[in-house]
């Protein structure tokens, strides 16, 4: 049970660390101030596009690419030696480029792009990783995900009701998604889609998952969402219908009826990746609550000496710690036992991490009074970002559900 | 120990129901989309003041005008029959009003009018009264409170260093206020401004509050404040900049030095009214709750039967029923025996009913999935509101440490 | 809503109070250890029976009868002046007791005698009034109700499977029950014995209640039970053997089959009892934790001062005042709309008041360090009696179960 | 960061589960009820003395014992193979005997022998560890530690206030010490005593500590004390006074005022052998919850499938897997950065792991309904137990402010 990283990880980190002390900290507050004021927010600012040129040219993109997969693509379009990183190697790369908005998109490490970078990477025909993967690697276009609708509870994904339907030699694609992230970005290309092919199948043999260009006829963005009042442009959530989409067959991910196959690949590291980057927002939240605690003085002493700060503060770095260790030990068990094996993990840690984030940016945006649920602090984003992640890639309750069956099946339940 | 409200406090709560219902209900989900849509958020839309017509018109218009004091005022601009109702009396009614975001103003009796109107009635001179207090309880005005500031810990008020000082026969203001609730609507037009006076008085004769209308040379919006991303228009959040603003001595409330008295009489029946507001909002969404616990199926099954569910719906239903006794007891002992005999008891209602409110929102939220985050529902503004007022009127730590130091005095504690 | 006690239960509670200090608080230090120190503590010491006999002497006995029943006992044996007091008169009562493992037993006010009295009074036939209830009343015997079994989840009262068989005129009895309260006391003379009559009956019509004496042929006390390591001498929780066990027919109380009916009566006062006397428990922990926080001093300071030992106190202060205004409210519920109106309050407060003293309890031991934990203060016995609270009469489970139930069937629920 | 065991601790490991298996669950209920029979149950039954005897024979035989200490001990009394194991290695071996009341006595790594006899081997002189160490690790004799006093507040440990005062070439020990765990063992001879030496001295030099006979004259076990109303016979935790005891001077453990360094010293894997035994117990506690809910039913199905139960089961799994990779964490701290590295990292584990225990064994108690109060189920001594740990070795808010303390160092906070 070894969490070290490889020392190229570990040199890849450090160099993250530094491009985002020297590069992304100095504008960020400038890069929301900007966004803020823009008459069309959702029109990039250039800032990104500059800072993505120069994160690439120093060898800090697509780090996520996962080890044994897309060695050709790695030196091609990443930086990571041809080899790839493993989860434990890219853990703390995630967790520091989740202490901000602005660096998963600089380094190409965002969600869902990654995720769906990987799809394609695992799943996708040569046509389809030459059209779709090559110039998502390049950062060139963006992608969504369509899988949760708004008519069904998608929190049992066998419940799906949009149809992707064999016709020929093409799919013909019906129905209604929301929640499917990035479909507001301008640039956004290709969406995955997940549908109904076979209901008479076995019950995890029926949906598909098909690419979808953007601009198909019949598709549609009829809103875009909000989360706790904020679109999150310029990328957004978009309600999305497909009416009578029809794209060929071959824009089917891996066949037919492969959707929850698929899915299950695609939804460990991503998971990992999501934790990652909520224990970096919780430490940076940690950080505004020490400093604010010794710099700020009520009563005449400073907060630190009051009440029962100091122990919240050990709180959260224990949660803080305990939280790391899991997802670590999650990454270890995807790399070293595969997805199967970390079922389980996988599962835990989305339970786990969400809500402790929640606490810790709760507990520093207390420690800040009236301005921590402002603007001019990053903590009121992080922890409305920490509760949307409780339902975002599953609720709670149902990986709940998954830790039980499997601790329950030790000793004999069949489910 | 009597909670049992007035009859005639009975026939307002149910007609305040029944114009909810009729009158609010209807439009309330179409006033936030327009609202949305604006171009200038900030100019009320003219629903509002339609709807406050018909309320004022049927007598259900400054509703919290508190037994024995404003008679005349009662009678001539509010309903409540020339005697006011006690704090037990309007508690089911802030309960009400606080199932909806439009309600309190409608009724006029919304925060932060209600608390600065009581003032006025309770320490107002003739004319500070005729001038202010009359066009608020009209609602021809809106009014705004700053106290605290971006510069201090103003969780301890004696912290307060904007300055209020006598010039002759002039008071000259200067400093910097934030999170002056309501400085962002159109009709503001009068500022209660707390400000040291006298630093070398005893530490609670050194402040005093000082009527500053809107438009003084001197005052400033420097920017309106958003609370997790949203402004809250047209109301808003200011902050003020104060710069040798003259205003006569006549201005000054109660006069000088005696701005933490009129604090104290001030916050407590404010809290009650915060309190029972945030309880109709967390019945709603525990209504919410029970409504898709029951309709929404996964897994085969309604929500109600799965997992935990029942169970958080029970816990929901036991927390709140508990903080509205809480809330009825402080309004009580508000009533039978002054703010100083409501002491702990409002410092707890503080502590227990914001926290007891995003709880059950929480829960809503969960059980709703995405939706429960979107504009869909209102239960993330809920949530939302529910965080912010665990620090306006003092932070959890600051009503914690009241209540503990009473505790403490029981057994010989000085404090 | 009125929560005031009769000018007539203000006087008894008062007078309660004083005997407590007086009579009860200079003796129960020296009763634990004399109890701890006897060669057999199944032999109740004799300052219970002295004390017992100055409380009835002062008119302090039986206070716990219900307003409306058995005013001729009220009159005869007990003290409220032929009236009897409401749930909410007494409810301070219980709540004093609860503060002393002694009082309940002096003043004849404890369970499980009390419930079986109730039960005797309301549904038993003059002639088992005249045998069992009048010598409870008088405190000659003593007696223990035999519901829960070891081999069902006694959770689900339709599970009981110990069976009670009419035969000609005589009722059969067969089964194991166990957490028999006060069976271990050598006065234990009357069983309320719970058994299967009618298998093909309606759910709740095929149990009996039956009085079975202690002595009877057949009835064997198996074992004494240990909650947390302790077997609560005198008393004792038994497991209880029914093998063949023959009593008249007259012995059934109220009729064969009534046993649910009779089980919904007597568990409504006895759950608010329960509740009032871990809030008394609840308080004298409190009241310790504050006595020890202002004289003890650690790192230079009082307790009181370090950490997080006041938002604690504060805490305790507002949990025991939430949950004493949920009690009093259930009580007042009974008192107004009877059982079936109070049904969700009892089981809100059966759910919420053993969980708030544990967690009273619990930081009043940590703040008492090694002490807490030890025989110097009753807080560790208090702190098992009130996790003990969380499972008898109902696991919260079950009760969480009840209260969801009622509130989802307000949205058209059928359960 | 690798938390992996060596080859040989894994061997190990397995052994003692064999052991465990075959030799000590077979007698360990037996073993119980013998002792709560037993006239003297400070007399040790004999079947300790036989599975020493056993796992001596086996190898199984003070594991404890570090790598790179007492090499020449762990050859001719352990069974490590003269290298020790890494606290890592450790670690699973732990676990698995903390299921166990047993087992740590049988493996001769019981608290506190095993700190005790760390000490000597860390501390002692060639003739101090001939005279009582080599007894110790050949469980010829027990030990006592007597550091925490009745009359002060223990959690700061310069409070301590009994003297060990050099007179001539002897140490006069005076005072009283409480909670010193052991010394009801007939086989107790040694006690290390915590006193004051040099009140003038820097305030982490001023307390010695020395080695005192239990029989020296004027040690007195004043009695012995109870933990939830147990007293832990035949171990038993004193009350001893120390009236003018003599020990010459060269019983002083390091020299006079090194009481501090020695305690850091002993602490740091002392808290994770308590720390992975609780773990032990959670994990024991995890599979009696999951056995019984997939083989009890209540309405009519199995607990597992319903109401929160799947939920808690998960959150357990959940809380378990985050403290055990905390405590390997701070175990691997210790081995490659030595106690000052690991000291955030112990003060940690020993928050939250207690914590959890007494969490995860409550919910196991809750779901066995009654039974899980009685004596027919290891869980609720598990649980006081775990409770108790909560204030042993430091309370819990001790703890929390080191490692607050060393959190808001990183940020320039003095202390």
């Known amino acids: 049970m070894d969490f070290t990283p490889s020392a190229r990880a570990t040199e890849l980190t450090e160099a993250v660390r530094a491009f985002m002390q020297a590069e992304i900290e100095p504008v960020e507050e400038q890069y929301h101030r900007d966004l803020a004021a823009a008459d069309d927010p959702w029109t990039p600012l250039p800032v990104v596009a500059e800072l993505q040129a120069k994160a690439r040219e120093q060898g800090l993109w697509n780090l996520f690419l996962p080890a044994g997969h897309g060695d050709a693509y790695a030196e091609k379009y990443g930086t990571t030696g041809g080899t790839g990183l493993s989860n434990v190697d890219y853990a ?16 190409n490490c965002n969600a869902p792009d990654t995720g769906n970078m990987e799809v394609l990477l695992r799943y996708g025909s040569p046509e389809q990783q030459r059209e779709w993967l090559e110039p998502l690697l390049r950062a060139d276009i963006r992608s969504a995900f369509c899988m949760t609708e708004p008519d069904v509870a998608s929190s049992d994904a066998t419940n799906m009701a949009a149809t992707a339907v064999v016709d020929g030699d093409e799919m013909v694609i019906n129905g209604r998604k929301w929640w499917s992230t990035g479909v507001g970005h301008p640039d956004c290309a290709i969406l995955i889609f997940m549908g109904l092919t076979a209901p008479d199948a076995d019950r995890h043999s029926q949906h598909s998952m098909v690419l979808v260009p953007r601009d198909a006829p019949g598709v549609k963005v009829e809103r875009l ?13 978009g309600e999305v219908s497909f009416t009578d989409v029809r794209v060929p067959l071959a824009n089917v991910l891996a066949g037919p009826g492969r959707a929850f196959e698929i899915a ?5 590291p991503g998971r990992v990746h999501h934790c990652m980057r909520l224990i970096g927002l919780a430490e940076a939240a940690l950080e505004l609550a020490c400093r604010r605690a010794l710099d700020r003085t009520a009563f005449g002493k400073p907060l630190a000496n009051l009440g029962g700060n100091r122990e919240r503060i050990a709180d959260a770095r224990i949660k803080i710690n305990q939280a790391r260790l899991l997802v670590q030990h999650a990454a270890w068990l995807l790399d070293t036992q595969g997805p199967l094996g970390a079922f389980s993990a996988v599962s835990e840690i989305k339970v786990a991490v969400p809500t402790m984030a929640q606490e810790v940016i709760d507990m520093a945006m207390q420690l800040h009074g009236g301005g921590g649920l402002s603007e001019d602090l990053p903590l009121a984003g992080a922890w409305t970002n920490a509760r949307a992640l409780r339902l975002a890639d599953g609720p709670d309750e149902v990986h709940r559900g998954v830790a039980a069956r499997l601790e329950l099946m030790k000793y004999g339940a069949k489910r």
């Open 225 to 237: 969402l909000s989360t706790m009042g904020t679109q999150d442009p310029p990328h957004g959530h």
């Open 92 to 107: 703390p790369i995630a967790e520091l480029t989740g202490r901000s908005f602005l660096a998963p998109h600089v380094f």
């Open 264 to 268: 299950q690949g695609r939804l460990g």
